[in-house]
């Protein structure tokens, strides 16, 4: 499934960030899910939660924000937001459209709590 293989990249970034910051437990992990990115949120929670107890032994929050689809018009320079899949400029007319976000899923933050080593 799409949410799972997805969702498995987001936690390897997680792991590298986490070995690089010295350890610790994840918390939160915040991530942005593009309108056009085909991803179904709840999946991707559902995937979330197997795949960070398999990975991790435990399960961070997940907090997500939805992203909207917009597009930069290649006429006129100005940017639209789509929001019902017709790709056309909304200052313009124009239908020719190239989108500059709204399709990917990507990992902002993580909020870690460190271990204490108390030594
Ligand atoms: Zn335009």
Not at 1 to 8: A, G, K, T
Not at 45 to 58: I, K, M, P, Q, T
Not at 77 to 98: L, T
């Amino acid at each position: 499934m799409h949410e799972y293989s997805l969702v498995r990249s987001l936690l390897r970034q997680v792991e590298t960030i986490v070995s690089d910051e010295g350890g610790g437990v994840v918390e939160e992990v915040r991530i942005e899910v593009g309108a056009f990115s085909g991803v179904d949120i709840t999946l991707l929670e559902l995937a979330f939660a197997d795949e960070a107890s398999r990975h991790l032994g435990y399960q961070p929050r997940l907090q997500t924000t939805a992203v909207p689809l917009e597009v930069e018009c290649q006429r006129c320079r100005s940017r639209s937001v789509i929001e019902d899949f017709e790709f056309r400029c909304s200052e313009c007319g124009h239908q020719q459209v190239i989108i500059v976000s709204g399709e990917e899923v990507r990992l902002m933050e993580i909020e870690i709590r460190e271990l204490n080593n108390a030594s």
